[in-house]
């Protein structure tokens, strides 16, 4: 017996999105991109903490990791994502009730950076590496029975392009927008919901470029070590504090280096010639937006953040689906 089920995942370098429909009701879920490689693993997992059986190896996923298996590598075609959209397949096939049903096909849409997706060859590398000749995967996820897969179809779809999930936002207008991730900053220009070839394309300046500034400069100034969980606390925070002690010029400190690090951003896009002569919107979307949003609305007080927030990929994902009539 064989079911089938629609699944757009945006797996970033920070957490792994992904939406579908159960009986025409969305759902939404998410978990961190951290894996890491377990043997007899006895602590009680954490909410949002998964043990994964895949391929007679296991993997716990999610926030319980450290920062420091963050992955840096700038592709996407790796053991860890693939790890992470089987992971995401799993909880979904959970979710709609068909872990029992046999195997469940799939039909894929995929997060690619501007740069895979602009090389065909690449990009269908990628789709390949994900879809895996179609075989018939089995997992378990905590232990519970085990769930059976095959990937149809994978569509790979450019990041940086959330405007599908709310077209009105961006129908009728020259608009520019920065998806900010963990690792990376992808730019688009759109014109009546069109893409612009020259106007897509990527920097570096995510959220990890901005712990690391974080990490350095308040290291300089307090003399004291921050570690890379450290300072992704500290982000969250906006504050630092030692031994209970909180240092009251901290918060201007980081408020100054969010700003300097949304001004170069701005700047690396007038770099690759974004203008912003005659653009009716910049719209930031991404999770990186979200962490970078007072200094966002205070320096572009007419930007737009894009109300699905981290979800906007994925949601413009699941739209280009249903127009294809994949999902």
């Known amino acids: 017996m064989t079911t089938q089920l629609s699944l757009a995942i945006d797996s970033g370098k920070s957490s792994t999105k992904f939406a579908f429909y159960v009986n025409g009701e969305l759902q939404k879920m998410s978990f961190r991109t951290l894996v890491q490689e377990v043997e007899h693993f006895g602590m009680e997992l954490q909410p949002n903490n998964y043990l994964l059986e895949l391929g007679g190896q296991t993997f716990l996923v999610g926030d319980m990791i450290s920062e420091e298996k963050f992955d840096y590598d700038l592709t996407k075609q790796n053991p860890i994502h693939r790890t992470c959209i089987l992971l995401a397949c799993g909880l979904a096939i959970e979710r709609a009730g068909l872990a029992s049903q046999g195997v469940v096909n799939l039909r894929l849409s995929v997060n690619a950076p501007v740069s895979i997706y602009k090389n065909n060859k690449l990009k269908t590398s990628f789709e390949q590496f994900i879809q895996n000749d179609q075989r018939v995967v089995s997992l378990k996820i905590n232990n519970r029975p ?13 990041e940086g392009m959330p405007m ?69 606390v500290i982000l969250k925070r906006g504050y630092l504090s030692v031994n209970g002690k909180r240092f009251e010029n901290s918060p201007m400190i980081i408020h100054r280096i969010l700003k300097t690090h949304l001004n170069e951003i701005i700047s690396f896009a007038k770099s690759r010639g974004i203008t912003f002569t005659n653009i009716d919107e910049m719209v930031f979307t991404g999770g990186g937006s979200v962490m970078l949003q007072q200094v966002i609305q205070q320096g572009y007080p007419n930007a737009i953040l894009d109300p699905n927030g981290s979800f906007g990929n994925v949601l413009s994902y699941l739209a280009i689906m249903k127009a294809k009539n994949l999902a």
């Open 146 to 158: 085990a769930i059976l897969l095959r990937i149809e179809t994978v569509l790979a779809l450019p």
């Open 164 to 232: 599908f999930a709310n077209p009105s936002l961006y129908r009728d207008k020259r608009c520019v927008i920065f998806d900010i991730g963990s690792l990376n900053v992808n730019f688009c220009q759109t014109d009546s919901l069109r893409p612009s070839l020259t106007g897509m394309f990527l920097s570096n300046q995510g959220i990890a470029m901005l712990r690391a500034k974080v990490a350095e400069t308040l290291t300089s100034e307090y003399g004291v070590s921050i570690g890379v969980d450290d300072a992704e």
